[in-house]
């Protein structure tokens, strides 16, 4: 902790004081979990003797399926696909070609379309005068039930906390999603659209072609948010907006209306 926090804290709590706490964090998390040695990344055989695969499930060639991961009944893994170490996934489940899972857990009836990439680290680094100081990712990817994943769409696995794609919720093609991420069920997320680190979305909320949204926000449930906005304030439940900064949709319409009146003067 920086020293402004320590009058903060618990009684009886041992504190590490730093300048940069985040920085700080970041070299003793480099320390206790170094990156894996390509040794220990690497893949010996096309399936682990380790792994485990259900019943029907189909593993085509040049697909990998690393130690310790699970492929539950009735599957099928696409050509090129990577399966990481320990990454877990449920029944009935669809991987399309060239897919990259790490450090997840994908439910049952899931679909994950040509490329994408699920569990590779997330965007966490502490800037400093010599170079910036990575901060290790150690959180996991949780995907539910009949999700849907485009082309392309990466999500990063958490930094600590979980990143967490809900029931039912359907993701286009080329999104960003980045750590510590959390959306609820039955969400429909556009291509293009970039949702920044820590961001909270409800239940049954639905995203644009090419929204952004900043970090550390909390998105309501049955939300509308038109194409193109950036988000940068949280947002109620049963909310429509619009715009950049994304505004209540019927101000977002008054203020086009009035742009328009006042360029088309003389």
């Known amino acids: ?95 399309g070609p060239n897919v990259s899972l790490e450090y997840c857990i994908l439910g049952s009836n899931v679909t994950v379309h040509a490329g994408a990439s699920i569990g590779a680290r997330g965007f966490g680094f502490a800037p400093d005068a010599q170079k910036p100081v990575l901060i290790p990712q150690l959180g996991r990817v949780i995907i539910g039930n009949d999700v849907e994943i485009g082309a392309n769409t990466s999500i990063d696995r958490g930094s600590g906390p979980d990143t967490q794609i809900g029931d039912g919720t359907m993701i286009d093609n080329l999104v960003q999603i980045a750590h510590n991420v959390k959306i609820g069920k039955c969400c429909i997320i556009v291509s293009q659209v970039g949702i920044s680190g820590s961001t909270v979305i409800g239940d049954y909320t639905a995203l644009g072609g090419q929204v952004g949204l900043a970090g550390h926000l909390k998105i309501g449930n049955f939300v509308q948010i038109a194409s193109k906005s950036g988000v940068m304030r949280d947002i109620e439940d049963k909310t429509t907006v619009g715009g950049i900064p994304a505004v209540p949709i019927k101000q977002w319409h008054r203020q086009t209306t009035m742009l328009k009146k006042l360029t088309n003067k003389p």
Do not use: R, W
């Open 1 to 95: 902790v920086e020293e402004s926090a320590v009058d903060f804290a618990p009684d009886g709590m041992a504190l590490l004081v730093a300048k940069d706490a985040y920085k700080a964090y970041g070299v003793f998390a480099n320390a206790l979990y170094p990156l894996p040695s390509p040794k220990d990344a690497a893949f010996k055989d096309p399936i682990a003797k380790s792994a485990k695969v259900g019943k029907g499930t189909q593993v085509s060639p040049t697909a990998v399926v690393g130690k310790k991961a699970e492929i539950g009944k009735n599957c099928f893994i696409a050509p090129g696909v990577v399966v990481g170490h320990g990454v877990k996934i449920g029944d009935n489940c669809t991987i």
